[in-house]
């Protein structure tokens, strides 16, 4: 059975980090993209960005409303995928969710997710 | 404001069938194949329903299909029933010319099943 669980989330003053962290297990990591995707509350879904396989180098892409604050990486060997977010923001509160991507060089299906954590930003 | 269009809220009765649309443009859906859709019920993770247009998940039932008209992308759920009273987002690979890909969602559109 495929599970993705992150792990990481809570509340963080503004201009601070968090370290976001996906454990992935019930099928081969590598052989997958893992993306992330954040809502806001009472808004809709928002792609963050993925981090391709090992086919493609385990390259990221990230959407240009993060780009230069988060990171997207991942540890094969734990199979693990993580979210570095750095200089937070208010308008980063939001429920964050981790979700696996295919084995594409742009990852457009998120056929599985987790079951999403929490960042609130706020003093 | 979201990339892609969705309204906000669509119903129907029991039995009956109903289309959610997804307005783009030809940098996104008009202009590629890939656009999925999502099923979110209250509290829960999204769930994956529909991708690249029209194909579906194993284990997802076949009263969801997809389709795609230009820069339309059409969510039609037949026999309607009360479990699928949800939030059904809409996703599209975007890319246009000068600036970088990416994944665009729509707003979001709540179904009631009245």
């Known amino acids: 059975e495929v599970q993705l669980v992150e792990s990481g989330g809570g509340l963080v003053q503004p201009g601070r980090s968090l370290r976001l962290s996906c454990s992935a297990s019930g099928f081969t990591f590598g052989d997958h993209a893992m993306s992330w995707v954040r809502q806001a509350p009472g808004k809709g879904l928002e792609w963050l960005g993925f981090?391709?396989?090992?086919?493609?180098?385990?390259?990221?892409e990230y959407a240009a409303s993060v780009k230069g604050r988060f990171s997207i990486l991942r540890d094969e060997s734990k199979s693990v995928a993580y979210l570095q977010m750095d200089s937070l923001k208010s308008d980063d509160t939001a429920v964050y969710y981790c979700t696996r991507g295919d084995n594409t060089s742009w990852s457009t299906i998120f056929d599985y997710w987790g079951q999403g954590i929490v960042v609130t930003v706020s003093s | 404001q979201s990339a892609l269009t969705q309204p906000a809220s669509v119903s129907g009765s029991p039995g009956q069938s109903i289309t959610i649309s997804c307005t783009g443009t030809?940098?996104?859906?008009?202009?590629?194949?890939?656009v999925s859709w999502y099923q979110q019920h209250p509290g829960k993770a999204p769930k994956l329903i529909i991708h690249d247009v029209r194909n579906r998940p194993s284990g997802v039932s076949n009263r969801f299909s997809g389709s795609k008209s230009g820069n339309t992308a059409s969510l039609t759920i037949s026999g309607l029933q009360a479990e699928d009273e949800a939030h059904y987002h809409c996703?599209?690979?975007?890319?246009?010319?000068?600036?970088?890909?990416?994944?665009?969602f729509g707003g979001g559109t709540k179904l009631t099943v009245l």
């Open positions: 981090i391709r396989n090992r086919d493609y180098r385990g390259t990221p």
């Open positions: 030809r940098s996104d859906i008009g202009g590629y194949s890939y």
């Open positions: 996703a599209s690979y975007s890319y246009a010319t000068g600036s970088s890909p990416s994944v665009v």
